[in-house]
Nanobody, 122 residues
Framework: QVQLVETGGGLVQAGASLRLSCAHSGHTFSTPHMGWFRQAPGKQREFVASITSSGGNTDYADSVKGRFTISRDNAKNLVYLQMNGLKPKETAVYYC???????????????WGQGTQVTVSS
């Protein structure tokens, strides 16, 4: 079974930075493409960022471009999301997801983590 575990969430003030990590394991397939999504209370889950299996390409939601950075360390099976200039409206549960095959940044992910809560206060 593929396992995805997010860590790094917490409570921060508006304008602060936070770094999320996602450990992926249990797969005997090729290294997956990875994505970060978030879901705020009462809202649909939305795409945040994605990175190809090699880390060579990334994609971001317009709302986070210039502030968030997705990266990975394949030797450690870790994917990161560096979030800068956090806003209260970005309070949400953040999830990492994995997929195989062609890179489809915003959809068609195969596995999901349990999520980590990020709360941004004003």
């Amino acid at each position: 079974q593929v396992q995805l575990v997010e860590t790094g969430g917490g409570l921060v003030q508006a304008g602060a930075s936070l770094r999320l990590s996602c450990a992926h394991s249990g797969h005997t397939f090729s290294t997956p493409h990875m994505g970060w999504f978030r879901q705020a209370p009462g809202k649909q889950r939305e795409f945040v960022a994605s990175i190809t299996s090699s880390g060579g390409n990334t994609d971001y939601a317009d709302s986070v471009k210039g502030r968030f950075t997705i990266s990975r360390d394949n030797a450690k099976n870790l994917v990161y999301l560096q979030m800068n200039g956090l806003k209260p409206k970005e309070t949400a549960v953040y999830y990492c997801a994995a997929k195989w095959g062609a890179w489809s940044p915003r959809g068609q992910y195969d596995y999901w983590g349990q999520g980590t809560q990020v709360t941004v206060s004003s």
